[in-house]
């Protein structure tokens, strides 16, 4: 048997299989961020992952910056959530919350008329969907040194809150170019704080939110997903290399459940120039090290039986087929993915995907 296949102790976790659901945004909450039950049968559907990590959820109103994206701050979230967890518990899934503060990457219109919050006030040259149509991003609003441990609070809180809506445990979103990222990459970073400059500076405050976490949940509990090469949402390092093993390095001597790289294989969309990255950082860190990043049976196998990876994540094979791990254990065709339905709308291209 493939060892894709086969379980896996995630700490207290025991995983039916080495695939991972990535988190995927989808904007299918009801408009006050609340998970419905269109949310809680499409995880369902998926319960046949090792691990589902949700979609990106905002813990905070200042951290929002996706239509009908979920959020984890109110009594409804919870609620909303734990229908969810609930059901994909009762098909025998084990599923973590993905907690995610925008940054510079929101927009006033989501956040009352206010500007947005990162690290430096550095505008991202792009453009966004806002609740009232499509916008240029704002230069953000750069955060005074005495704010930053209330947005470490935040994620605590959020990180509780899953607990109580019986998530498995969390993972902090810490790529893809939103807060953490932002702090940790030096093109988004030009603080002269303690937060800014040094990588030991820049990594502060993703380090204070692990802290935070691991004593509100337990440090088996917390997850960290970083993209060390994704130039996504106008990010860049001057040295990714040496910056990400340090992450790692640190990550590990705080006793998380594991590390989650988004890297692809060379010659895809989102690959930068130079050598990868993620196999160094496998060598940093000595908890579990999950790999996302257009991969299919046979390369997610193959880095499995590498040891280059301990758990293997894919993100648009999990969207288009529900049924993965059974098409992957049966070598059958897989669904194509309708791009056009993959963020908002409905039933269509969300939960109407066939089965074998």
């Not at 995880?43 to 109103?61: M, N, V």
């Not at 579990?288 to 993100?315: H, K, M, P, R, V």
Request: overall charge neutral; aromatic content about 10%; charged content about 20%.
């Amino acid at each position: 048997m493939k060892k894709l296949f086969t379980e896996y102790q995630l700490g207290k976790i025991t995983l039916k299989n080495r695939m991972v659901m990535a988190p995927l945004t989808r904007g299918r909450a009801n408009p006050d961020a609340t998970p419905n039950s269109l949310m809680a049968e499409y995880y369902a559907q998926r319960a046949s992952a090792g691990l589902i990590i949700t979609e990106a959820t905002a813990i905070d109103p200042m951290g929002y910056g996706w239509v009908n994206a979920p959020g984890i701050f109110s009594k409804n979230h919870l609620v909303g959530w734990k229908s969810v967890t609930q059901v994909v518990h009762n098909q025998g899934g084990k599923i973590f919350l993905q907690l995610w503060h925008m940054g510079r990457v929101s927009h006033p219109d989501f956040l009352g008329g206010k500007l947005p919050l990162a690290p430096s006030a550095i505008k991202v040259s792009f453009s966004t969907n806002t609740p009232l149509g499509k916008k240029e991003y704002v230069t953000p609003r750069a955060l005074e040194t005495e704010e930053i441990p209330e947005i470490v609070n935040q994620y605590v809180r959020a990180g509780e809150m899953a607990m109580q809506a019986g998530f498995d445990g969390v993972e902090i979103h810490a790529a893809n170019g939103y807060l953490p990222d932002q702090f940790l990459r030096d093109g988004s970073n030009q603080r002269t704080d303690i937060y800014g400059g040094s990588i030991e500076n820049r990594t502060r405050f993703l380090l204070e939110v692990v802290e935070g976490l691991n004593h509100a949940i337990g440090s088996d509990r917390v997850g960290v997903r970083i993209s060390p090469r994704n130039p996504f949402n106008g990010m860049s390092d001057s040295d990714p290399l040496n910056l990400f093993c340090f992450v790692a390095a640190e990550l590990s001597r705080r006793g998380i459940l594991y590390l989650h790289s988004m890297e692809p294989l060379e010659g895809h969309r989102f690959s930068a120039d130079g050598a990868r990255v993620s196999p160094a950082l496998k060598t940093k860190f000595q908890g579990t090290f999950i790999i996302n990043g257009n991969l299919t049976c046979d390369s997610g196998e193959a880095l499995l039986e590498s040891n280059q990876a301990d758990l293997i994540a894919y993100g648009v094979a999990f969207l288009a087929n529900p049924d993965l791990v059974e098409r992957f254990k049966k070598n059958a065709p897989l669904n194509e993915p309708e791009m056009a339905t993959f963020y908002g709308g409905g039933a269509k291209g969300y939960i109407d995907y066939p089965t074998l």
